[in-house]
């Protein structure tokens, strides 16, 4: 099985890749099947977080070279990559834009789309020994899987461009420091950890999630006065939902609310 699906208590989904497709890459059976996961998981609502890591010394290493190679013999390249970014793109939008909590559970090495995909988590957690890594230039391609819109968002920009163009490779340690990573810890620890956050982080009320992940998103490309309108737009739409009323009346009585119960 490429991907496997661990059904976890307090509204938690833990997805692990496989050892063959952590290590060997995506090619167009492995990425289809964890977009297929993926897309249940956005649409199942019993869950509230979605954790993701890989298996040994891989979390995801990208795109499979050996399919490349094939690719390029027979002509039909440019199909394979059109392909394969036309999958990988549209599930990392759905990601960035649902409701769902999704924390990388970085335990190995994260290159290529597989970076990408870790990127595009709303958590990092990764492992001393990771590594992150671009590595599209080594292959003579341009970056691809919403690196080169996530990553200066983290990092920065001039950093962004000096990881790229000096192919250079973090280490869990680099990546903590320059800001692609939110937590380090050892390996032994680091689903416990991860999971402790998409509770924590799923805890909140659907609303407060959705649109906070939206609104911070649209924050860096749109204008101060229209970034007030959309936030205008949601709290009001938010403010309709029982879990704002659950909310208020928490706050009132002086207890933690309850999200997420009619």
């Excluded at 490429?2 to 692990?16: G, K």
């Excluded at 390249?77 to 990601?95: F, Q, R």
């Excluded at 490309?221 to 229209?226: D, H, K, L, N, R």
């Amino acid at each position: 099985m490429t991907i496997t699906v661990e059904h976890l208590p307090n509204s938690v989904a833990l997805v692990t890749l496989s050892a063959e497709t952590s290590r060997n890459g995506l090619n167009m059976e492995s990425i289809k099947s964890m977009s297929d996961v993926i897309d249940n998981l956005l649409e199942d609502s019993s869950i509230k977080s979605i954790v993701m890591t890989g298996t040994g010394k891989f979390f995801c290493s990208g795109a499979d070279i050996d399919s490349f190679a094939s690719a390029i013999d027979d002509g039909s390249i440019s199909d394979l990559v059109g392909g394969l970014t036309s999958i990988l793109h549209p599930m990392e939008l759905k990601i960035r834009a649902s409701e769902k909590i999704f924390v990388a559970a970085i335990n190995g090495s994260a290159a290529g789309g597989g970076l990408g995909l870790a990127l595009c988590a709303d958590y990092r957690i990764c492992v001393p020994e990771a590594k992150l890594a671009a590595a599209f230039f080594s292959l003579g391609l341009s970056p691809d899987g919403g690196t080169t819109w996530l990553l200066p968002r983290l990092v920065g920009t001039q950093r962004t461009k000096k990881f790229f163009f000096e192919n250079e490779v973090w280490s869990g340690e680099k990546a903590l420091e320059y800001g692609a990573v939110d937590e380090l810890v050892e390996s032994e620890q680091l689903l416990e950890c991860a999971i402790k956050v998409a509770e924590k982080w799923g805890n909140w009320a659907e609303a407060s999630r959705r649109s906070t992940k939206q609104l911070i998103d649209a924050s860096t490309s749109t204008f101060m006065e229209t970034q007030l309108e959309f936030e205008k737009l949601l709290i009001t739409n938010s403010s309709l939902t029982p879990d704002f009323a659950e909310g208020v009346s928490a706050f009132l009585e002086k207890r933690n609310p309850i999200f997420g119960e009619e």
